[in-house]
Structures are given as structure tokens and as C-alpha cells.
């Protein structure tokens, strides 16, 4: 970036900054994701290959979380890192927990069947319309 004469120059509140050379998406500026995601908060999603459902309390524009937990996903099915990975109050059959799902497992679930998980109480109101809406003040 130069000042807004040509020059390099330091930050100065009187001279914008202007781009002198393109935007290259392989540079990661600022650590600003340039993902979106597709499903939102207090939305009911399900898992495309296993058999879990869930509600959406969190999403990071792309992978944040270690390379321990990463790695240990069998190679076959890990996903990318570059897209939205979401964090669920999620349950099968048997038990309830917390999930963080790549956005290329997802899938809407359509079903009418309300979810159980002790902790959506607390994070979202269930409306009229059979939807969450996050309650207010609750900070993710």
C-alpha cells in the first residue's frame, strides 16, 4: 500500500491508503476469512454420513481447532481446513454433546422433531414457528 501521493509512507489520518498491487487470495491479510458460511446460528442441521443432529450455537469461517483433534480423523474422511466448521449441542440416540462439524458434513434437517440437548434451553428461545432464535445477551 502507498499513501495517497505514490509514496511509501507511515499511517497518517490525512492521506488514505490506496491498493497499489492486486488482492491475492492465497495470503491470509490480517487473518480476515473471506468465507461464508452457508448455515447459521440456531439453525437445525444434521451430519451427512453419521447419524447425530444438532443446533448451530457457533460457527468459525474456517478451521480453529488443533491439529491433535485433526489428525485424529481418519485420512479418508478428513475434511479441507479452508471452509466453515461449526460448533453443535448435537445428539444421537443414546447421549447429547458438543460437536464441531465441517460445513461439507451438514445437511439441513427438515424433520419437525424438536431436539432434547440440556443446553439449548439456555442458549435459544424455540418460536412459534418451530425455530430458535438466540436468546438475548447470550454471547458465543
Partial sequence: MTGG???KSKPSADVPYVLDRPVDR???YNAVSTFTAKYQI???VRHRHFPFRGIIFDVDPQFANTDEWYEAIPEEVRPRKDQPFYHLFAE???THYIAYVSEQNLVPDDSAQPLSHPDIQEWFNLTARGTYELKKGVAN
Fill in 5 to 7: 501521493r505514490g509514496r
Fill in 26 to 28: 492465497n495470503v491470509s
Fill in 42 to 44: 440456531g439453525q437445525v
Fill in 92 to 94: 444421537n440416540e443414546r
